[in-house]
Structures are given as C-alpha cells and as structure tokens.
C-alpha cells in the first residue's frame, strides 16, 4: 500500500486575481501591480496563466493592454 508524499517546493501565495486586471488597465506594468500586491512579478505571471489569462502581457502607451 502507497502512502501519499506530501508536495516539495514552497506553498503558493494567494493572489487576488480580480484586483490584477484592474491595476493593468489603469496603466500598471506587471512589475508595478506585483509590488502594490506586495508579490513577485513571476508569483502574479504564473496566477495569471494558471486562470486562463495571456501568457504574455503586452502594454502599449496608446491603446493600454493588448
């Protein structure tokens, strides 16, 4: 009989994924709402890919967030 082992690595931090488009739309780079969030710019890229969200965050000055 296995027994279950538990997971390696760091528990994840909670990231408000209703709070991080908001801030991207106002104009915030990546880096900028992951420091308001008190967070690192991987921990808000890897929520933002682990809820369906572009893999990559491109803003552009004229038209906001593509």
């Not at 739309?25 to 929520?47: E, I, M, N, P, Y």
Request: proline share 8%; charged share 25%; glycine share 10%.
């Amino acid at each position: 009989m296995k027994t279950a082992k538990s997971p390696g690595g760091r528990p994840r931090r909670p990231v408000n994924l209703t709070e991080v488009p908001k801030l991207l739309t106002d104009g915030l780079s990546l880096r900028q709402t992951a420091r308001r969030l008190s967070l690192s710019h991987g921990t808000v890229h890897k929520a933002l890919q682990d809820a369906g969200g572009p893999s990559v965050v491109i803003q552009n000055s004229r038209r906001g967030i593509l």
